[in-house]
Structure formats: structure tokens, C-alpha cells
């Protein structure tokens, strides 16, 4: 009933940037906190960046400085601008949500199919 579809990795040099997209669709109530994490070769998935609705951010402190998370509430969209790009963020990076569906009283956990960003030269 809710897909997350991302967008906009790829490969790119050390010092490089990428900018990230993920759109929502379906039926959609309402969505709270969005979020993007990441999953490295070997390593567990971690948190990168999160917003909530009313646009309060917080981010791992291996990213603050460089990567910067905003959201467009109209398109249903997040997004993640990384800049300064290092190879150790090289990784899969997922988009999550928590959406109410219509019909629904409590928000569910929604993730997207994950996408490659590669940081190397």
C-alpha cells in the first residue's frame, strides 16, 4: 500500500558530492519522521540523517557538517545532499518512514529498496 523509491547514487571521487531522493506513494495519511541510514559491507545498518514533520533534524556525528537532510511535505519527499564525501561512506543507504496509512490509527515502519553510494577514485 506504501512504497519508498529512492534515487541519485552512484559512483563518485573522494571530496565529491551526491544528492539523495526518496518519494512516498500510496495511501498515505500522514507521514511523521523521515529518515535515511546506511549499511556498509560486513557492518550493521546505521542511522545517517532523520527529519520530522515539522522539520527538526538530527544526524550521526560522522555526517553533521556534510550531509544535510530536508524533506518537501507537498511531493512527499526526502532528500539527503552529501558533500565532502569520504570512501568510508561508501555504502547501501535506505530510506525510511513512518507513515499512517488512510484507514489506519497508528503509523507504520516503511523502508525503501536501498541504494548504492560509492566513494572512491
Known amino acids: 500500500q506504501v512504497q519508498l523509491v529512492e534515487s541519485g547514487g552512484g559512483l563518485v571521487q573522494p571530496g565529491g558530492s551526491l544528492r539523495l531522493s526518496c518519494a512516498a506513494s500510496g495511501s498515505i495519511y500522514s507521514i511523521n519522521t523521515m529518515g535515511w541510514y546506511r549499511q556498509a559491507p560486513g557492518k550493521q545498518r546505521e542511522l545517517v540523517a532523520i527529519?520530522?514533520?515539522?522539520?527538526?533534524?538530527h544526524y550521526a556525528d560522522s555526517v553533521k557538517g556534510r550531509f544535510t537532510i530536508s524533506r518537501d511535505n507537498a511531493k512527499n519527499t526526502v532528500y539527503l545532499q552529501m558533500n565532502s564525501l569520504k570512501p568510508e561512506d561508501t555504502a547501501v543507504y535506505y530510506c525510511n518512514a513512518l507513515i499512517t496509512i488512510l484507514g489506519q490509527l497508528r503509523p507504520g515502519n516503511y523502508w525503501g529498496q536501498g541504494t548504492q553510494v560509492t566513494v572512491s577514485s
Open positions: 527529519v520530522s514533520n515539522i522539520d527538526s533534524t
